[in-house]
């Protein structure tokens, strides 16, 4: 069994079924649309940049194409080592086994961070946005992509597996810390109907990726996320 950073977060869906959600990651948003969004607030051209929760390392090859220097940071062992080997052609990219509120980096060190469905939940997570505050430059921004759990049929879902989950909640949390936010309205778009049955059993319970698949016609899903932000 693969090590895992004490004080980590977990993440089911991609912890057990990495190859699942390999194929969750290429079908979320073939528009963009959340990269376009970062880019409008902070561009990370010639930046270094640093990304939370990496997983097996899909974004950051697109990050290191503009990046002077990209650190992707991982607390699953075995889904570090899958990132170091994606990356492994790409010298301006180092992965990092490690978690969100203990940071292998010096202080004031990094331009731009992201995390992408990654620890920075709401409650909870002061601990990484410490690390944050200590870890970003001035001019710096971070941003925090999340699935927006108070709108559609995605968020009905999750709201049903995740019984304890408050949108309410996590939106006072967020505003109390000061981040911004805007609503992205994204799509899931898959290849098969087992692929896209397949990712709705490793996001939800059993008979809730049932009920999914069954309201679900087409190879397509609506998936609300915010992108919340802060300038440092």
């Known amino acids: 069994m693969a090590r895992i950073v004490s004080g980590a977060v977990p993440s089911p869906n991609i912890w057990n079924s990495p190859q699942v959600y390999e194929v969750e990651n290429r079908a979320v948003d073939p528009d963009g649309l959340v990269e ?55 010298p301006n990219v180092a992965v990092r086994t490690a978690t969100a509120q203990s940071l292998p980096l010096p202080d004031t060190s990094i331009d731009v961070a992201v995390a992408r469905w990654a620890y920075f939940f709401g409650p909870g997570c002061e601990p990484g946005l410490k690390e944050l505050s200590r870890v970003m430059r001035r001019g710096g921004a971070a941003f925090v992509v999340d699935l927006d759990g108070s709108r559609g049929d995605f968020g009905r879902w999750f709201r049903q597996t995740v019984r304890s989950y408050s949108p309410a909640a996590v939106e006072e949390f967020w505003s109390r810390q000061g981040w911004q936010r805007r609503e992205l309205d994204l799509r899931m778009v898959f290849a098969t109907r087992a692929d896209l049955e397949a990712v709705l059993r490793i996001e939800f319970t059993p008979e809730v990726a049932a009920h999914a698949a069954e309201e679900t016609a087409g190879l397509e899903i609506f998936y609300p996320n915010v992108l919340r932000w802060r300038h440092f």
């Open 36 to 90: 376009a969004a970062m880019r409008g607030i902070r561009p990370w051209d010639g930046a270094t940049v640093l990304d939370i929760g990496c997983g097996t390392g899909f974004h950051l090859p697109a990050l290191a194409a503009a990046a002077a220097r990209v650190v992707g940071v991982e607390p699953h062992a075995g889904l570090a080592s899958l990132a170091a080997s994606r990356c492994a052609a790409l």
